[in-house]
Structures are given as structure tokens and as C-alpha cells.
T-cell receptor, first 112, second 113 residues
Framework: DSGVTQTPKHLITATGQRVTLRCSPR?????VYWYQQSLDQGLQFLIQ???????AKGNILERFSAQQFPDLHSELNLSSLELGDSALYFC???????????FGPGTRLTVL | QQQVKQSPQSLIVQKGGISIINCAYE??????FPWYQQFPGKGPALLIA?????SEKKEGRFTISFNKSAKQFSLHIMDSQPGDSATYFC????????????FGGGTRLMVKP
């Protein structure tokens, strides 16, 4: 158990809908990262937050957004969902500037 | 370009054998190279990592070999066990754009008893 929690574990929704994925980092970790894992694209970095502020952006679509709250949990919002958004979404956390990122168990999103 | 290429995509090894997974990168600014192990239904977990100023790092049965001039690094699993059957990802971290990791495509390892 990495200490990173993600909810929900599974999410099934329809095209055009909006969903929110939640992540709680390990105790003491200030950085949160979101990654998308799909069969054809592998593991891709989406966005990073550090202590409430956006730190880095990767291949994140404009339909997706994220935020980190004062209690350091983070939410990833996915809107106008398309079939291709079906994937595993992982959250990871780390101590400031630390090497190791600890991954949560992921949320499996299925868009029908 | 931020890219990490990993091979092979899948690997079958007999119990007790050596599993070898290779990765190549392009960006010489990468400064940290971790390997992650992922079991079905779980998130990736850090296995072992190396920095480019070291040519080899060993932890138990797992060894990373790093060739800075060739921009390549590899994972060796000695005495492979059925419990090692998982998907392995190499990754690289750049000094820019936060602490983001660029992952290789993954290698699905099966160790036959």
C-alpha cells in the first residue's frame, strides 16, 4: 500500500458527461501528479500540483482540469467525455523535489 | 524530444533465468531513471532507480545498468521468479517541467514455473 488513495475505483459513464476523480496524497506529500494509462498511449503525465498551485502540465486535454485543495487532496475533472477517454487514471504524490513518486491504485474510467 | 523507448513489449522467461528489459532515451537533460513494477489492478510501484552519474545499481535480484554515452539503461532481474510476473516500466525525469516522469511503453514479463 503506497499511502495514496483514489476514489472511485471504477466509474462507468456515457459520452458527453462530466466526472470527477479524487486523490488523497500520502501524509506529508505536497506534490500531486495525475497520469493517464491507456492501452495505446501507455502511461502519460497529465498535470502536477504543488501545495495548491499548478507546477507542470503535460498532455492534458482542454476538456480536463484539475485542482489541489488546502488539505492537499486533488481532483481531476473530465468533461464532455469521449469514448477515447476510457482509461486508468493514476494519481501519484511525492515530497517536495523528491525523486520517488508513489502511485495510488487508480480509477478505471469507462465511457460508453 | 521527451521520449523513452522500451523493449521488448513482452518477455517470457523460465524460473531461475535472467530477465532483461532495455530502455533508450533522447533527452540528455534527464537526471533520474526509475523502474516501476505494476501488477494487474494495481498502480505502478517503484522498484529501483538510478542517476546518470552511476553506471550500475543493484538491489537484491534487481540491477540497473546505465550507459550514459549510449543513452540507454536496462533492468536485469536475476533468478526470475513466477512472482516477478508483472508489467515493468522504465521512466525518466527531466529537470524542467516540475518532477514529471516520461514513461516507456512497458514490458509484460511472464516467468514460467
Amino acid at each position: 500500500d503506497s499511502g495514496v488513495t483514489q476514489t472511485p475505483k471504477h466509474l462507468i459513464t456515457a459520452t458527453g458527461q462530466r466526472v470527477t476523480l479524487r486523490c488523497s496524497p500520502r501524509s506529508g506529500d505536497l506534490s500531486v501528479y495525475w497520469y493517464q494509462q491507456s492501452l495505446d498511449q501507455g502511461l502519460q503525465f497529465l498535470i502536477q500540483y504543488y501545495n495548491g498551485e499548478e507546477r507542470a502540465k503535460g498532455n492534458i486535454l482542454e476538456r480536463f482540469s484539475a485542482q489541489q485543495f488546502p488539505d492537499l487532496h486533488s481532483e481531476l475533472n473530465l468533461s464532455s467525455l469521449e469514448l477515447g477517454d476510457s482509461a486508468l487514471y493514476f494519481c501519484a504524490s511525492s515530497v517536495e523535489f523528491a525523486d520517488t513518486q508513489y502511485f495510488g491504485p487508480g480509477t478505471r474510467l469507462t465511457v460508453l | 524530444q521527451q521520449q523513452v523507448k522500451q523493449s521488448p513489449q513482452s518477455l517470457i522467461v523460465q524460473k531461475g533465468g535472467i530477465s532483461i528489459i532495455n530502455c533508450a532515451y533522447e533527452n540528455t537533460a534527464f537526471d533520474y531513471f526509475p523502474w516501476y513494477q505494476q501488477f494487474p489492478g494495481k498502480g505502478p510501484a517503484l522498484l529501483i532507480a538510478i542517476r546518470p552519474d552511476v553506471s550500475e545499481k543493484k538491489e537484491g535480484r534487481f540491477t540497473i545498468s546505465f550507459n550514459k554515452s549510449a543513452k540507454q539503461f536496462s533492468l536485469h532481474i536475476m533468478d526470475s521468479q513466477p512472482g516477478d510476473s508483472a508489467t515493468y516500466f522504465c521512466a525518466a525525469r527531466g529537470p524542467n517541467a516540475g518532477n514529471m516522469l516520461t514513461f516507456g511503453g512497458g514490458t509484460r514479463l511472464m516467468v514460467k514455473p
